[in-house]
């Protein structure tokens, strides 16, 4: 990755982890006489006297007092100079050459779940700016971006495992300006730092006054009963956590500074039709919205050939195929699907269903030797790989190629979706991709089937072998998505469950492992042992690392929904609580001590993963509302 262009500009706050009470400054810090505090159940705020700057925050959006490290940075280039005036709820600011008695350039009105920013035409006009260490908090900005780096208001400034603040204002088009962008994690200089910055604009001219006003809010589904249970605490703080929008590119990433993938977008989609209004005018399927017009207009991401390093001056991380990703396609038609059956968009559908028929039509392609199943063009045969190719799914260091159960999973999903909308739309094309999905599903079981391990294999290679790892993800998406029947479903679920237990894996605490045995040497893609890469045939030193069977909370929405589908209770209590209390704790977001991030983890809990924060995983808390 590229370093920071920050460098000189951002640097950690020093003051981190203090706890304030309600007293006048000079009181609570006696040292620190140039700072401001204010508190409440819902947040923890100190600003410094001497220029409109918040020097720590935290939030908690359930008002029980949660705190964390303090994941501010801090903004050497305010140039002006300013005087202040405090009371205990709120701070003004003036700079050096007003008079104390005029109106301040900025003032910070504090109540127990907002914020008021006033902003006064004045003589020097520097923004009021935040800037949030990644390495700390995966913070992002949520709303419509027209253009790159600007957001219109209202929008989200969500902060995971803390809370959510709602941006309103008096002048409807002030946009925010927001940047992110990450380092590499070999770099180790202090000053440097993976961040996003967020800049209100002063008054001007144009608009001599502006209020802007920070809500606190907590988005989530309404379920019965759960406002008073723990264990929830974590649905409620984070069930938008999956939305992450990278200011660059316009579209939903992995995380803010991060890549977006187009194989991941109907997992946002999905949850989307279920999040309730993010503020008046602004639903979740809006985000949704603006990444599809943006692959709809040409764009690529990881998944998609032409998708390159810094990719439109983001700091992206190139797709290294000749070939899309066989999930691609399947997954933008079906996060399409979902916003046309949720949003209820008939003008969106008619300006762009030639384009999803094309999306559609891609995948039908991809039905090579015509039995009904997608294939991708590399073979997936034992020892084909050479660490230089992707493969054909997510899972972008196992060997899943040719047929590949996971994506033709997705494909069945996509062609009956949109089938469906274009037959309730009296187009007559839509039999044709119902007729498709109904055949893939005709022989889907009986490729994949493994009589062997009474379990699905994750794929069918060129030369007719079955790859077969106990794929828990693979065999959970088929029951989710109904392409085994019941009866099939609870067979391979008991293959699956008593195989999970024979080899140990019981702590649900650290998510799931994608596969229960190594995966040999040559089904691996890449040979560095930090991605799990075996150098032993056998795959077993490399076992636990990565994807390579490392748990994680990616894709245990599927095995979840599964067990909910087949009515399994007392294998979804063992499973799902202890995934619920992880996102409580926030064991799925972070860095460990080995600078490793706590999306990917050996069966012990060591950490392997890199993103910091994989917004894929909080897919699992759809699972709170039931079968979906």
Known sequence: ????????????????????????????????????????????????????????????????????????????????KYKSKISSKSISYWTENQEINSLPAWKFIFSEKSIQVISE?????????????????????????????????????????????????????????????????????????SFVSIS??????????????????????????????????????????IFQVNPRLRVLANNSSSDPC???????????????????????????????????????????VGYTDNYEGADTVSWKSKYDSLDS????????????????????????????IDWADIIIKKDIDGDGLIEYPLSGNYGSWNGKQRPANWWDTIGFAHKDAYSN?????????????????????????????????SVYFSTFYNPESGVLAGWKSMDGQLHDYYFTFVNSIAISYGLISAEQGNQVMDNLLSKMEAVGFTDFSLGMPGN??????GDYTVPDHRWGGPTQEDGTDGFQIYENGGATACYTYFTVDALQKLKRNSDLKKIFPPILKSVKE???????????????????????????????????????????
Not at 140 to 162: A, Y
Not at 279 to 295: E, H
Request: aromatic share 10%.
């Open 409 to 441: 999973a997705l494909a069945y999903r996509a062609l009956n979706l949109f089938g469906d909308i274009l037959k309730n739309a009296g187009k007559p094309d839509g039999q044709k991709y119902l007729d498709q999905a109904a055949k893939l599903k």
């Open 516 to 521: 229960l045995i190594p995966i040999k040497k």
């Open 1 to 80: 990755m590229k370093k920071s262009t920050r460098r000189n500009f951002i640097k950690t706050v020093s003051v981190v982890g203090l706890s304030i009470p309600l007293l006048s400054p000079e009181k609570v810090f006696g040292q620190f006489l140039d700072l401001f505090a204010f508190e409440s159940p819902f947040m923890k705020v100190i600003m410094q006297k001497d220029c409109p700057q918040l020097t720590s925050l935290w939030v908690d959006s359930l008002g029980k007092n949660k705190t964390a490290d303090n994941p501010l940075l801090s903004d050497d280039k305010i140039n002006a």
């Open 329 to 356: 396609h399947p997954s933008l038609l079906m996060a399409a699907c979902y916003y046309i059956n949720s949003a209820k968009d008939n003008k969106w559908q008619n300006e762009n269903v030639s384009s999803l």
């Open 200 to 241: 209100f604009p002063a008054a001007s001219n144009e608009h001599p006054r502006i209020i802007y006003q920070l809500e606190i809010v907590s988005i989530y589904p309404d379920i019965a009963g759960i406002n008073n249970n723990p264990l929830y605490d974590g649905f409620r703080r984070n069930f938008i956590n």
């Open 586 to 628: 926030g064991n799925f977001n972070g860095k460990c001590e080995n600078r490793m991030s706590k999306d990917w983890k050996t069966w012990k809990g060591e950490c392997w993963g890199y993103e910091g924060f994989l917004c894929d995983g909080y897919m699992v808390l759809l699972a709170c509302l039931g079968e979906k």
């Open 121 to 193: 035409k004045n003589d020097i006009s520097e923004p009021f700016n935040v800037t949030v260490n990644q390495e700390l908090n995966h913070a992002t900005v949520l709303g419509i971006m027209k253009e790159r780096n600007k957001v219109s208001l209202p929008c989200l400034i969500h902060l995971p495992d803390m809370g959510t603040f709602r941006v309103t204002s008096n002048v409807p088009e002030v946009e925010l300006l927001i940047d992110a962008r990450r380092i590499s994690t070999e770099v180790k200089n202090d000053e440097e730092h």
């Open 262 to 304: 187009a194989f991941t977008l109907y997992m946002s989609a999905q949850l989307a039709q279920y999040t309730p209004p993010l503020s008046d005018g602004l639903i979740a399927m809006d985000l949704v919205k603006m990444t599809l017009d943006r692959y709809i207009s040409g764009m690529k991401a990881y998944g998609l």
